[in-house]
């Protein structure tokens, strides 16, 4: 996967280059075109196996006993999931721009975040600065992807006094957002290829979470890195810049129109 770096290297070498510029821009929409057809397909041909599995289960019970019978449905599973993580994946830089307030963002992100699927005995604790200016971003796929890096807290969690801790603050030109918790940190292996798609240590996995939250702050013109991670936790910042309505409209409009 890129890194900020890189994009805005290559940004700058589209710059210069005008055909190089639109060969690339073809290309992406190409590739982008073709992975959106393959994962529709898919999914639609999964749904329908999974929809007879159910079925299949309903009136015959008895196919639960049989050997590799679970191994299948999950195997089903893991490919529907598999698929909707690809696809949001490749859409992560796709963002539709409005003005919004990140302190109601979050305070609805933890409000309406199922928490009891995950570890219902954990608590979560938001801290945000109620002064903090308006931003101008893509609100559905920021709460995304702060989802997408809560849920991974959450699965570190340990089984008893799990604690996650969401901060806002405003500084000099940026927001920052902070999202720790006191649950298993990453292993080294894992901290060297973080945001890589496909990078994961847990099972039944298709690790895509982090890497597409990742895109999605980078579509913003922000970033986000590992703050700390061991044995005591870990805690992830995210940082997005005060811009102008106009000079993140611009930005927005460049991706969407990349995507189509």
Known sequence: MFTREELNQLEQLKSDNPKLRYLLDKLDQEQKCALSYLSHSIRNDLTVLMSSFQITEKHHPEVRDFKHWKECVQGAFYIRNLMEDLYDYEHSSTIHCSPIMLNELLVDLVDFFPHERYSPASSVILQTEESCPEYYGDS?????????????????????????????????????????????????????????????????????????????????????????????????????????????????????????
Request: glycine residues 10%.
């Open 140 to 260: 559905t796929k920021l709460c995304h992807a702060l989802e997408l890096l809560l849920i991974n807290s959450y699965e570190a969690l340990p089984e008893e006094n799990g604690k996650i801790e969401i901060t806002l603050s405003c500084k000099n030109s940026f927001f920052q957002i902070s999202i720790s918790d006191n649950g298993k940190g990453f292993s080294k292996d894992m901290r060297e290829k973080l945001w890589q798609p496909f990078a994961t240590d847990k099972q039944h996995h298709t690790g895509l979470g982090l890497c597409t939250a990742h895109g999605i702050i980078l579509a913003h013109g922000g970033h986000m890195k590992l703050a700390w991670s061991g044995a005591e936790g870990t805690c992830i910042e995210i940082y997005l810049p005060f811009l102008s309505v106009g000079t993140l409209s611009g930005k927005c409009e460049k991706f969407v129109q990349h995507a189509n």
